[in-house]
């Protein structure tokens, strides 16, 4: 298929830059990951001018733990207080939220917040999908053993087990701050994704960033290893 005409359903970004945003600014790093919030809120408000049915976001990795405990402390209330501010408006906008990663090792009172979040946008037409507490090669491990316990192991039964079941393909993934490598997200997803990485740090990342990616997107050939 040739770029023309061509729309990305699902794309994925890797949020980074937040610290380095921080520090060009003489603050702490919270500030930055304050204003990284801010920057996927208005995202998600901007989806429904897109062809984007799904947006998959990188927000805790599992190596993310190794973080300074303050630092991860701060991560967290964030969380905590995007679920209850943004909720409503997602099921307003009639987004569904989608999580990958195992949160369920996230503290009981997040978890109890995801669930409730989980089942209040259920019925959502387009998709966030938030990959918490999420490593790839764990994933595909996960995967595979599921795969395993229930017969033969394939390119299908392991795909059938993988956080991503059920999204649509991956099409495009985005990476911001000038970093050009995957970090252990989405590697099995992205095996014929387009890829993008951008020299913006993240909490400068805007609505119009995305659209001119979708535009570039649209423009890509995709020929998935033929010719």
């Given at each position: 298929?040739?770029?023309?005409?061509?729309?990305a359903?699902?794309?994925?970004?890797?949020m980074?830059?937040?610290?380095?945003?921080?520090?060009?600014?003489?603050?702490?790093?919270?500030?930055g990951?304050?204003?990284g919030?801010e920057?996927?809120?208005?995202?998600?408000?901007?989806?429904k001018?897109?062809?984007?049915?799904?947006?998959?976001?990188y927000?805790?990795?599992s190596?993310?733990?190794?973080?300074?405990e303050?630092e991860?402390?701060?991560?967290?209330?964030l969380?905590?207080?995007f679920?209850?501010?943004?909720?409503?408006e997602?099921?307003?906008?009639?987004?569904?939220?989608?999580i990958l990663?195992?949160?369920?090792?996230?503290?009981?009172d997040?978890?109890?917040?995801?669930?409730?979040a989980?089942a209040?946008?259920?019925?959502?037409?387009?998709?966030?999908?938030?990959a918490?507490?999420?490593?790839?090669?764990?994933?595909?491990a996960?995967a595979?053993?599921?795969?395993?316990?229930?017969g033969?192991i394939?390119e299908?039964?392991?795909?059938?087990?993988?956080y991503?079941?059920?999204?649509?393909?991956?099409?495009?993934l985005?990476?911001?701050?000038?970093?050009?490598?995957?970090?252990?997200?989405?590697?099995?997803?992205a095996?014929?994704?387009?890829?993008?990485?951008?020299?913006?740090?993240?909490?400068?990342?805007?609505?119009?960033?995305?659209?001119?990616a979708?535009?570039?997107y649209?423009?890509?050939?995709?020929?998935f290893?033929?010719r």
């Amino acid at each position: 298929m040739n770029g023309e005409g061509q729309h990305a359903r699902h794309v994925a970004i890797i949020m980074d830059g937040n610290g380095r945003w921080a520090k060009r600014k003489h603050l702490p790093r919270v500030m930055g990951h304050r204003k990284g919030v801010e920057a996927v809120r208005e995202l998600v408000r901007s989806l429904k001018d897109t062809s984007i049915e799904c947006l998959t976001l990188y927000a805790f990795s599992s190596e993310n733990w190794k973080r300074p405990e303050e630092e991860v402390d701060d991560l967290m209330n964030l969380m905590r207080k995007f679920i209850k501010s943004d909720l409503p408006e997602f099921i307003a906008n009639d987004v569904k939220l989608h999580i990958l990663g195992d949160w369920k090792g996230l503290a009981p009172d997040i978890v109890g917040m995801l669930e409730d979040a989980l089942a209040q946008t259920a019925s959502g037409s387009r998709t966030l999908a938030v990959a918490l507490n999420y490593g790839s090669q764990a994933e595909i491990a996960h995967a595979a053993q599921a795969a395993a316990a229930e017969g033969e192991i394939t390119e299908e039964s392991i795909a059938r087990h993988l956080y991503s079941a059920g999204l649509p393909p991956l099409d495009l993934l985005i990476r911001t701050s000038g970093e050009v490598r995957l970090s252990n997200f989405l590697l099995w997803q992205a095996a014929y994704a387009e890829m993008l990485f951008l020299d913006v740090l993240w909490p400068d990342f805007t609505p119009d960033h995305l659209k001119s990616a979708l535009i570039e997107y649209g423009e890509r050939e995709r020929r998935f290893g033929g010719r």
